[in-house]
Every structure is written in C-alpha cells, then in structure tokens.
C-alpha cells in the first residue's frame, strides 16, 4: 500500500528552526508537496520538490531524497503565526496526491 | 477575489437525506478535485475531474458523485447521507492536468465544508 508518514505533533520555540520530517512509500513519484493548513482552515501551497535536493523559500526551506524515500520541510526564525499544520504529500504514479496525516506544530513564546 | 468558493460553510444533515456541496472556481483552471479530511488521517480523494465533460474516481468514492458540465462548477452530492460522511470536504483546483504541463500542477484549496450527518 502507499503510505506517508509525518510526527503527529511537535513544539518548537519563537525564534528557533525546527524541522519536520517526512517519509513516503508510494507506487511511482512525481513530486513532493508541502501544505500549511491553520486550524478550521485550508491547506495553502508552501513547497514542491521532484528533484533532490533543497528548495529554499523565504524562512521556509523544503529537502528531498528520492533514494531514501524522505522529505523534510525547515522552517526557521519560527514566529507564532507559524502555528499550523504542515502536510505533506505525494504525487503518485497516477498523479494522484497521496497525503500524510499532518503535523500538528505548536511554537510557544 | 479570484479562487475557489465552497457552499455551504456548514451543514448538519439527517441520515438518508440528499445533500450536494457546490464548489466554485474562476481560475479557469482544468483539473478539479473533492476530499475529504478526517481527524487523525490525511486528506482523501473523492472525485477528480481532470478537464469539462470527464469525471473520475479518487480513493473514497462510494456513496459520492460529481458532475462537471463546465469549467468552474464541481458539485459533489450525497445522494443518501450517513453518518460516517461526518467530515469536512475541500474543494480544489490546479491549472493543468497532472503529467501533462511538466509544471508543478499545484492544488489550490477553496474554505472547505464542514458537515455533519445524524
């Protein structure tokens, strides 16, 4: 079966970077996504990754290992509004996106 | 403000009633999506339609169906409602078909519905 698997939960400090990581088993890969998604809200685009390596945007930096079916999404100099979820998904080999649970992630001042 | 409506925001529905969600999108964008999210699980494909006129099943399909007479419109209906369809559903769009741009075929979401079935 075709499985993504994120940490259900992580805190992390105002100012700090944390890193949420991301692991995949799908049939076929065409691309990573990563999504934010606020509470009572919907997922907003933040990165994408096909090839290896970092894509870095802003605060927010996205690294990708195909070989080792792993993903991880940085994100530094945390401010409170980055209290979200952070999803990550896959694009299978039907193109269809596979998603993980999300991770729940909780900045404290 | 061009993207994606949903409606409505919210609905609580009786068992065995008929229900459709509308979703709305002025990107003119091809492909379009329904899912469902879930406490504890990811996001789940219902239906996709990858351009006007074509629908087709995503991982969670039963007791859903879609139409796409158009280009904007991607009613998802609940022709008998039951309570395990207690979720929130999110409408989404991306400007191509997936694989056939070589672009990213980024999914934008609209606000979501959030439904609950007694």
């Known amino acids: 079966g075709q499985n993504i698997d994120q940490p259900t939960e992580m805190t992390a400090t105002e100012g700090a970077i944390v890193q949420i990581n991301c692991t995949y088993q799908?049939?076929?890969?065409?691309?990573l996504f990563w999504y934010q998604q606020h509470a009572g809200e919907a997922p907003t685009f933040l990165s994408y990754n096909v090839l290896d390596g970092l894509e870095e945007k802003g605060r927010f930096s996205s690294f990708l290992s195909r070989s080792k079916g792993y993903s991880y999404l940085l994100l530094k100099e945390l401010q409170m509004k980055d209290s979200a979820s952070y999803l990550c998904?896959?694009?299978?080999?039907?193109?269809?996106?596979?998603w993980g649970a999300g991770t729940k992630l909780i900045i404290k001042p | 403000i061009a993207g994606i409506t949903q409606a409505p925001t919210s609905q609580i529905l009786a068992a065995g009633r008929r229900m459709t969600l509308r979703c709305t999108q002025d990107m003119r964008h091809n492909a379009m999506y329904w899912y469902r999210q879930d406490l504890g699980l990811g996001l789940r494909l219902i239906h996709y339609s990858n351009t006007a006129g074509t629908t087709g099943k995503g991982e969670v399909p039963d007791g859903y169906s879609v139409s796409r007479a158009n280009t904007d419109d991607f009613p998802l209906t609940l022709a008998s409602a039951v309570p395990s369809q207690t979720s929130v559903y999110f409408c989404a769009s991306s400007d191509s078909t997936p694989g056939t741009s070589g672009g990213t075929d980024t999914q934008y979401f609209g606000p979501g519905t959030r439904l609950t079935v007694l």
């Open positions: 998904a896959v694009r299978d080999s039907n193109y269809q996106l596979i």
């Open positions: 799908t049939s076929g890969f065409n691309g």
